[in-house]
């Protein structure tokens, strides 16, 4: 692939061969990135996962200590007081049979679908179509819930959803550029101790593999698991 002159210069900064302490590794992501714009940071941890078995098919989500920088469209399905409790904590949209149909119509003006348990069954005929868009709510999430206001609550303060790949992978985002390396650093920390947490029992040996953090058309930079 043909890299810009911009990426190419960036790149001379960072040495492939080097997994740099997390402050470290922070401050050249930010240093290194060749964009105009305010450029989100990406986090990558490779982990000893064999997501073929349902125990070490990780998924979940965390609430990031300075969020991630973007604003995130909620919709929630749910009625009577519930809906109520959406709107007041400021949830963008709030519903349930009218917003139902308007995805079956092709409606996808949101970022993240909250509904109340009750909603579910109605949900359930646009699995098709929410499944692969990553949109679907689950009870591991926390996107299932009666504690709406929670909910969306933390999603506009910044909580991420993460999800293991079909190769053991774990990619979310963790902020901005604009954040500045301290930021960005308490952000991956958090990242890191809630994924060794959810450490499956059944995973033998050392649990991650690698971590790497990049900014939009940024170089990726290796983070050292010492000192985490």
Not at 43 to 65: S, T, W
Not at 105 to 120: K, S
Not at 188 to 208: D, N
Request: proline content about 4%; glycine content about 8%.
């Amino acid at each position: 692939m043909k890299r810009g002159k911009k990426y190419v210069e960036a790149s001379k900064l960072v040495d492939s061969n080097v997994a740099y302490s997390l402050t470290e590794a922070c401050e050249l992501v930010c240093k290194t990135s060749v964009t105009k714009f305010d450029a989100s940071v990406d986090a990558a941890f490779r982990l000893n996962l064999d997501p073929r078995k349902a125990e070490q098919n990780l998924r979940g989500a965390i609430v990031l200590p300075h969020g991630t920088g973007k604003t995130r469209r909620v919709l929630v399905i749910a009625r009577g007081e519930k809906a109520k409790e959406a709107e007041a904590a400021g949830a963008d949209y709030v519903g349930d049979v009218d917003y139902i149909n308007k995805i079956q119509q092709g409606w996808f003006e949101f970022d993240i679908m909250v509904a109340t348990p009750d909603m579910m069954a109605s949900l359930g005929r646009l699995g098709r179509v929410l499944g692969p868009k990553g949109l679907m709510p689950n009870p591991k999430t926390g996107t299932v819930t009666m504690n709406v206001a929670q909910a969306v609550t933390e999603i506009k303060n910044g909580k991420v959803e993460y999800r293991v790949d079909k190769v053991g992978n774990i990619h979310l985002p963790v902020g901005k550029v604009s954040f500045g390396a301290e930021k960005l650093a308490e952000n991956i920390k958090t990242v890191y101790e809630t994924l060794v947490k959810a450490r499956p029992s059944t995973v033998k040996g050392s649990f991650v593999k690698n971590i790497s953090i990049s900014s939009t058309m940024g170089p990726g930079v290796k983070v050292s698991e010492e000192n985490m």
